[in-house]
């Protein structure tokens, strides 16, 4: 009994001599920051949270995600350029803040009225041309991992826009994009470009009359605060290309890169599973504390939006690229007024 206590004790102590306590620990972990800029309970803040809960429990502890939500690390366009040098790992950015980056054929997705609902929209994202433009990012030195859906927009501001000439006069946010800036313009809009983080306070401070955004998002921001009116409009769609600094990816081991694209895949049908849901109780949620009113369009009014803002596929159709708007819209089905 003793003697085997003894020995026990004898070899510890040679080992510890022979692997000092330094070589004996866990090599440190891989670190991803994720960074984002809406809040923890939206499609896209639950989606980082469960990628990070997978990443790390599948590669037992060998990566350590930190995921900084709400815009703590980066706003929108430093986000960027923190990712391309490499300060943060990961991004899910908006797809229409990829021209930021050069690669403008993602504003694609900020065409009016292309999308109907989330089944014409994955025909793209999940099919072979939401690949081809994800390889586009390779020579910016990222690379897209998945797209991850928000929802459709509504429009909100403190007059109630229905008709087309209630725009005029109206400041209206809206994120980098050329076509989002068409879009409004056509409405007879001005448009205002600001980080998202900005946006809550410049439309109680009413340096904005008004933005547009999908219910999650307006609602965790609390715009509905400071929004008389919300127009059920659904007339453009938002989402998220996850993308990776492409230099830190291909540098990873490559059995810890496969765990990780396994846990991205789920991640992804997470999202995409939560966003219509989340975005329905978004504008219950809005609904029932009634800060602000809902109005919805006839079909009449709607087609007179989706005839008017036309002119936003026709302003930037070449600068997307001609030959993928129409491929896109043999997928959707739209068809120009
Ligand atoms: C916005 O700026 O309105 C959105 O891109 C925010 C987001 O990431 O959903």
Known sequence: MNLNRNCICLISVVATMAFPMNLMAAPAPIVIKFSHVVDRHTPKGQAADYFKKLAEERTKGRVKVVVYPDSQLYKDKEEMEALQLGAVQMLASSLSKFALLGVKEFEVFDLPFLFDNYQELHKVTQGPIGARLLARLEQKGIHGLAYWDNGFKVMSANKPLKAIQDFKGQKLRIQSSKVLDSQMRALGATPQIMAFS????????????????????????????????????????????????????????????????????????????????????????????????????????????????????????GRIGTELVKEIYKETGYSPD
Request: proline fraction near 2%.
């Open 198 to 317: 900005d946006v809550y306070q410049a439309l109680q401070t009413g340096i904005v009359n008004g933005t547009e955004n999908p219910p999650s998002n307006l609602h965790t921001q609390k715009m509905h605060e400071v929004q008389k009116y919300i127009t059920l409009s659904d007339h453009g769609y938002l989402g998220y290309a996850v993308i990776v600094n492409k230099k830190f990816w291909a540098g990873l081991p490559a059995d810890i890169r496969a765990i990780l694209e396994s846990a991205m895949k789920d991640a992804t049908k997470y999202a995409n599973d939560i966003a219509k849901r989340d975005n329905d109780e978004a504008l219950a949620a809005v609904k029932k504390s009634g800060k602000s009113q809902f109005i919805t369009l006839t079909a009449q009014e709607r087609a007179q939006w989706k005839k008017t803002m036309d002119k936003a596929h026709k302003d930037n159709m």
